[in-house]
């Protein structure tokens, strides 16, 4: 592979695309979800988030990757 293929790839900066939230009941148990985290910890909040039948693709990018989260509407 062309090195400078491979360079540019690496400094590009992924994507974001982010799917509408679904409704604010959603929206809030996500945040819920977050707050679980930063009280008991990560397991705890994907337990919770699990058990609200949250997307695991969404519980991994809020909980695992904080930069990627939405911006909250407070």
């Known amino acids: 592979m062309n090195v400078t293929l ?9 994507v974001s695309v982010f ?3 679904q ?3 959603s929206s809030a148990i ?3 979800g977050i707050v679980v985290q930063n009280s008991f ?6 337990e919770y988030m699990k058990s609200h ?9 809020v909980l695992l990757h904080p930069d990627q989260r939405r911006k ?3």
Do not use: G, M
Request: a neutral charge.
């Open 23 to 25: 409704d604010e009941a």
């Open 6 to 14: 491979v360079q540019s790839l690496e400094a590009t900066p992924p």
């Open 19 to 21: 799917k509408p939230r």
């Open 41 to 46: 910890n990560t397991v705890c909040a994907i």
């Open 30 to 32: 996500v945040e819920r």
């Open 53 to 61: 039948n949250v997307r695991p693709q969404v519980i991994e990018r």
């Open 72 to 74: 909250s509407t407070h």
